[in-house]
């Protein structure tokens, strides 16, 4: 049972490159999100998924794209990385919205120059 | 929209001794969940304990546990004989049973970052 798996750890990227950070877990959890985290800012949610072919925005979205094909997998593309988006980025998935404490990936550490 | 403060952004404590991490909530809602959540250097986010409002009962796992006091709505958590292992950052959370709007019903505090001296 592998949990969230999540890659890259790390990344470097050039501003306006794209990218897909991917995440999937074996859980057979419905709901799944997308968090970025700042320092002195804590945990913010940038895209979350409820179940297959539903998404919906978080708190800072823009420059994010997700889908959720299947209930597996949520990946998360950069469009055109900006400097801003350099961050630690966290998916996350829980079997429900209610009580399921969430289960996350280790992490991707992203770097925009 | 639900808040969560975390007062203390960094603690320190002597190992072997007790610690209380504090965090205060702003709701309107009676039925939710509260979470605490470790991240320790390796960055790993990992769920320390939870409790349910609707439970008087306060929560508790080997040396933590929590001091829940919904009217106050208050969530405390409390490390006893405090080990290396336990330097981090801790993370309070909100879950409310409601979604949309921008938001999945999960609310992070901003952390406390816990100091073991030896």
């Known amino acids: 049972n592998a949990g969230v798996t999540q890659t890259p750890k790390f990344q470097v990227l050039k501003t306006g490159q794209s990218m897909t950070l991917q995440c999937a877990q074996d859980m057979n959890h419905e709901y799944m999100s997308w968090y970025r985290q700042d320092p002195g800012m804590g945990l913010r949610l940038i895209h979350y998924?409820?179940?297959?072919?539903?998404?919906d925005q978080g708190e800072v979205p823009n420059g994010y794209n997700v889908s959720r094909s299947t209930t597996e997998d949520f990946p998360l593309r950069l469009l055109s990385a900006a400097p801003s988006q350099t961050s630690v980025y966290f998916c996350?998935?829980?079997?429900?919205?209610?009580?399921?404490?969430?289960?996350f990936g280790n992490g991707t550490r992203l770097t925009v120059t | 929209a639900q808040t969560v403060t975390q007062s203390q952004p960094e603690m320190s404590v002597q190992e072997a001794e007790t610690v209380t991490l504090s965090c205060t909530y702003d709701?309107?809602?009676?039925?939710?969940?509260l979470f605490w959540y470790k991240q320790p250097p390796s960055r790993q986010m990992i769920l320390v304990i939870r409790?349910?409002?609707?439970?008087?009962q306060n929560a508790t796992e080997n040396r933590f546990s929590v001091n829940f006091q919904k009217a106050a709505k208050s969530f405390s958590l409390k490390i006893s004989d405090s080990q290396l292992g336990d330097a981090a950052m801790y993370f309070c959370a909100y879950r409310s049973p409601y979604s949309g709007g921008g938001a999945d019903g999960l609310t992070f505090g901003k952390g406390t970052h816990l100091i073991i001296q030896p």
């Open positions: 709701t309107s809602e009676s039925d939710y969940y």
């Open positions: 409790q349910e409002a609707y439970k008087q």
């Open positions: 998924s409820v179940g297959a072919g539903i998404t």
């Open positions: 996350a998935s829980s079997y429900s919205l209610e009580n399921s404490p969430l289960h």
